[in-house]
């Protein structure tokens, strides 16, 4: 089935350890983006990539980092997780950057204790 | 001010009846309108991009005001599988999307 999957599901984190969330798209997408979403704030974006080979940051990018290898792998990295980084976090495609439409991931849920 | 405000509701619709909700963004440069819809701890998805001549798909209806900034959608003859919340979500025209908080949306029986 065509689209994007998300791993884990869901996650419970002790702080100060590393996590790597990963999303992968089989529609040959362009672009990728991570937001994240929390009560009452909706969704932020947090990282994106335009086309394999390059990244950007977006609203909050501060204790995360991504890479963008290939086309349909384009993993979230948390390097040394921390509470407030507790959230719902979804992976989305492009076929083009951010004037196209998007098409998100189940999304992983996330809880740094 | 953000760029895109949306009163959170909750929307309490009897079922069959009309309900709609307005999006105001603030950046008058955007260029491409959508609603997305999300259930519960579930994945946003495209409901329907919103042209500047307005569009329909079914007993949905999405308009755009450029001249005042904001986009509306309107839903006819509310069903119970209606319950959801609506994003409203804007190019804002720094080639990114902006998402709003979202309009909930709950249709009693």
């Known amino acids: 089935i065509a689209g994007i999957t998300q791993a884990p599901t869901s996650q419970i984190l002790a702080a100060g350890r590393r996590m790597t969330l990963r999303c992968t798209q089989d529609?040959?997408?362009?672009?990728m983006y991570w937001y994240r979403q929390d009560l009452g704030l909706g969704l932020r974006l947090i990282h994106y990539?335009?086309?394999?080979?390059?990244?950007g940051k977006g609203e909050v990018p501060d204790g995360y980092s991504v890479s963008r290898a290939n086309t349909d792998d384009f993993p979230l990295t948390l390097a040394s997780a921390v509470p407030s980084q507790t959230s719902v976090y979804f992976c989305?495609?492009?076929?083009?950057?951010?004037?196209?439409?998007?098409?998100f991931g189940p999304g992983t849920r996330l809880t740094v204790l | 001010r953000k760029e895109v405000e949306q009163d959170p509701g909750p929307f309490n619709v009897p079922e069959g009846a009309t309900v709609a909700f307005n999006c105001t963004y603030s950046n008058s440069a955007s260029q491409s309108f959508f609603w997305y819809r999300q259930d519960c701890r579930k994945e946003p998805k495209l409901l329907m991009s919103v042209y500047s001549s307005g569009n329909e798909d079914g007993r949905f209806t999405a308009q755009l005001n450029r001249a005042s900034q904001y986009i509306s959608l309107l839903i006819r003859d509310s069903k119970l599988s209606d319950s959801a919340t609506y994003l409203c979500v804007v190019n804002d025209g720094n080639n990114r999307l902006a998402f709003g908080k979202g309009n909930q949306v709950v249709v009693i029986p």
């Open positions: 989305a495609s492009s076929a083009e950057p951010s004037t196209d439409t998007q098409y």
């Open positions: 990539s335009n086309t394999a080979g390059t990244t």
């Open positions: 529609m040959r997408h362009n672009a």
